[in-house]
């Protein structure tokens, strides 16, 4: 079955099958900054957004993305470069792997919340899971980037 959909601000038209999960079309069309972790929406590397919400692409259904707009890191490079000065700054970049998901889930975070306490950073961060770093890093660039500190 075909879908049509807006990635990252250019119209298309995607051939699903109704059991493929998004990430796994976004992997087939090109995407490959979406990433594939746990396939349980547990670990989210697979973060990207629908209609600016970040969802967990490896637990969705494609047919569910059909007539929205899906954003990949590749749709907010600006920003995206942005929030990895703050990480490089505090010695917290990654290997790359985990970075397009975590990133996308800081980016709608920076989006979504307004004058958030530590707390909640890390609370919405829950889900995001990094295989090669800490978290302490992390939180710092991420307290600078929201202005927290």
């Known amino acids: 079955m075909e879908i049509k959909v807006t990635i990252n601000n250019e119209d298309k038209i995607l051939n699903i099958e109704y059991d493929e999960f998004l990430s796994e079309v976004l992997r087939k069309y090109g995407y490959l900054s979406v990433k594939k972790g746990c396939d349980t929406g547990s670990c989210g590397l697979c973060t990207i957004w629908i209609d ?3 969802i967990l692409s490896c637990s969705t259904l494609a047919i569910k993305a059909n007539g929205k707009n899906i954003t990949t890191i590749e749709g907010v490079q600006k920003e995206a470069t942005e929030f990895a000065e703050f990480l490089v700054n505090e010695g917290a ?38 295989r090669c770093t800490g978290y302490v890093g992390q939180l ?5 980037y929201m202005e927290v500190v």
């Open 52 to 54: 600016a919400k970040p």
């Open 93 to 130: 970049e990654q290997c790359g792997f985990c970075s397009p998901g975590f990133i996308m889930t800081v980016l709608a975070m920076k989006r979504e919340l307004k004058n958030p306490t530590k707390d909640d950073i890390i609370h919405y961060l829950t889900g995001n899971l990094c």
């Open 140 to 144: 710092r660039a991420i307290l600078k």
